[in-house]
């Protein structure tokens, strides 16, 4: 608008100054547009993109340690120049009215098939204004209507948590895809997160969007009781996934799916104070010789991780 509105003075009669001169200055200045918008360009191509998958965000479901973490860590990350994208589960007890959900079109209508039956993927979407942030939600009818997360009301572990954790994992991958985004970054925040590290490295491995990504998994004190589905292991049979990788897990307590996520992921993070992590996790973790960052207090954690992200981009 601003060009064709001195185009148009440019050949106004009323136009007293002198045309050659404004003709220079206007090639000048549209030279200049095209230098910018390349600069422009090659900064958002340059800038490491970090995808997190977190299995809860405050302020959509109660504030808890890791709610509040990946809350404020998406925003930091993002405000020190990294391209961010962050997912969670869309839980059923989650208000859509209050919180302005609403589906993404574009994204959902792909069917996800989990043990021979076809899932159709719904994504949503919120922004958190003062962060000017979206957050993306993995949705299914399903797997999310009920009005819980991990445990029913009486608290027993929904029998169907191992299925909403493939769904979940695999509906994020799917919905980079769709978004032709490629992450340089990974970050799984959470137990429900933590199928991730697997499916990037076995199922996509061949994906040019996933070729050169790495997995930074957190490891906190949000210990589940008993085991998943004992058809689990079955269930995560897939593409460039091998009966023999997932047999040694045993039957998928959580020290065993952290044990799996550990081997699959690139880099480490104490996400909690190590008194409240499974000792047995922490060793694992240590002897695989990967990059470990400590636990990290509230005062200087997004600049320490942030720092490690880029460790892990050199590795």
Same mark, same amino acid.
């Given at each position: 608008?601003?060009?064709?509105?001195?185009?148009?003075?440019?050949?106004?009669?009323?136009?007293?100054?002198?045309?050659?001169?404004?003709?220079?200055?206007?090639?000048?200045?549209?030279?200049?547009?095209?230098?910018?918008?390349?600069?422009?360009? /090659?900064?958002?191509?340059?800038?490491?993109?970090?995808?997190?998958?977190?299995?809860?965000?405050?302020?959509?479901?109660?504030?808890?340690?890791?709610?509040?973490?990946?809350?404020?860590?998406?925003?930091? *990350?993002?405000?020190?120049?990294?391209?961010?994208?962050?997912?969670?589960?869309?839980?059923?007890? *989650?208000?859509?009215?209050?919180?302005?959900?609403?589906?993404?079109?574009?994204?959902?209508?792909?069917?996800?098939? /989990?043990?021979?039956? &076809?899932?159709?993927?719904?994504?949503?979407?919120?922004?958190?204004? @003062?962060?000017?942030?979206?957050?993306?939600?993995?949705?299914?009818?399903?797997?999310?209507?009920?009005?819980?997360?991990?445990?029913?009301?009486?608290?027993?572990?929904?029998? &169907?948590?191992?299925?909403? @954790?493939?769904?979940?994992?695999?509906?994020?991958?799917?919905?980079?895809?769709?978004?032709?985004?490629?992450?340089?970054?990974?970050?799984?925040?959470?137990?429900?997160?933590?199928?991730?590290?697997?499916?990037?490295?076995?199922?996509?491995?061949?994906?040019?969007?996933?070729?050169?990504?790495?997995?930074?998994?957190?490891?906190?004190?949000?210990?589940?009781?008993?085991?998943?589905?004992?058809?689990?292991?079955?269930?995560?049979?897939?593409?460039?996934?091998?009966?023999?990788? *997932?047999?040694?897990?045993? &039957?998928?307590?959580?020290?065993?799916?952290?044990?799996? @996520?550990?081997?699959?992921?690139?880099?480490?993070?104490?996400?909690?104070?190590? &008194?409240?992590?499974?000792?047995?996790?922490?060793?694992?973790?240590?002897?695989?010789?990967?990059?470990?960052?400590?636990?990290?207090?509230?005062?200087?954690?997004?600049?320490?991780?942030?720092?490690?992200?880029?460790?892990?981009?050199?590795?």
């Amino acid at each position: 608008m601003f060009y064709k509105e001195i185009t148009m003075n440019l050949h106004s009669p009323s136009y007293g100054v002198d045309r050659g001169l404004i003709s220079l200055n206007l090639f000048f200045l549209l030279i200049f547009h095209i230098f910018a918008r390349i600069i422009i360009a /090659i900064y958002i191509m340059d800038k490491p993109k970090v995808l997190f998958v977190n299995q809860e965000i405050a302020p959509y479901v109660k504030d808890s340690h890791i709610s509040l973490l990946s809350r404020s860590l998406s925003q930091g *990350i993002q405000e020190m120049g990294k391209e961010v994208r962050t997912f969670m589960p869309r839980f059923g007890l *989650i208000n859509e009215r209050r919180n302005q959900l609403h589906e993404v079109i574009r994204l959902s209508g792909m069917n996800l098939v /989990i043990n021979d039956t &076809d899932h159709p993927l719904i994504i949503k979407v919120a922004s958190i204004q @003062a962060a000017r942030m979206q957050i993306y939600f993995i949705d299914n009818e399903d797997y999310f209507h009920k009005k819980i997360m991990f445990h029913d009301r009486n608290g027993k572990f929904a029998d &169907d948590n191992d299925e909403k @954790a493939i769904f979940f994992s695999r509906g994020v991958i799917e919905t980079i895809k769709k978004l032709s985004w490629s992450p340089d970054i990974i970050h799984c925040n959470g137990w429900f997160s933590c199928l991730t590290p697997l499916y990037i490295k076995r199922m996509y491995k061949d994906n040019p969007l996933f070729a050169n990504t790495k997995v930074v998994l957190s490891l906190y004190g949000d210990n589940f009781k008993g085991n998943l589905h004992s058809n689990f292991s079955k269930k995560l049979k897939f593409d460039n996934i091998t009966p023999a990788e *997932i047999a040694k897990y045993g &039957d998928f307590a959580h020290e065993d799916l952290l044990k799996m @996520a550990i081997d699959f992921s690139d880099g480490i993070i104490m996400g909690d104070e190590e &008194d409240n992590i499974n000792a047995t996790l922490i060793k694992h973790a240590k002897k695989t010789g990967k990059p470990i960052l400590p636990y990290q207090g509230p005062d200087n954690y997004i600049e320490a991780f942030d720092n490690f992200y880029d460790k892990i981009l050199l590795n």
